[in-house]
Nanobody, 123 residues
Framework: VQLQASGGGLAQAGGSLRLSCAAS????????VGWFRQAPGKEREFVAG????????YYADSVKGRFTISRDNAKNTAYLQMNSLKPEDTAVYFC?????????????????WGQGTQVTVSS
């Protein structure tokens, strides 16, 4: 499956952005999706994950209550709604896909990755 992330940009602290991850090539609903991010000088980290049907989600503690992951299988797209943004949310955000919803944060288990989209939050 091919993935393309979009929707990044510049936001003020307290603001919102919505990222999209458009999939093509294979049956999107057969894959679970994860969002990751990499801040300057830091390792890439897990942000959120969603299962095939969208009824099970999982979040990193740092974004819980502020970010919401969702998906629309009819549109072959997953989303990351980011509210109450903080400067520390500044990073390049990546979406990734794999077959099964275990070990959400293990990046090596995701064979499919989109290109990143830059999110910058100003204070």
């Amino acid at each position: 499956v091919q993935l393309q992330a979009s929707g990044g940009g510049l936001a003020q602290a307290g603001g919102s952005l919505r990222l999209s991850c458009a999939a093509s090539g294979r049956t999107f609903s057969n894959y679970v999706v994860g969002w990751f991010r990499q801040a300057p000088g830091k390792e890439r980290e897990f942000v959120a994950g969603i299962n095939w049907g969208g009824d099970v989600t999982y979040y990193a503690d740092s974004v819980k209550g502020r970010f919401t992951i969702s998906r629309d299988n009819a549109k072959n797209t997953a989303y990351l709604q980011m509210n109450s943004l903080k400067p520390e949310d500044t990073a390049v955000y990546f979406c990734a896909a794999k077959r099964f919803p275990d070990s959400w944060s293990l990046q090596k288990q995701y064979p499919y990755w989109g290109q990143g989209t830059q999110v910058t939050v100003s204070s």
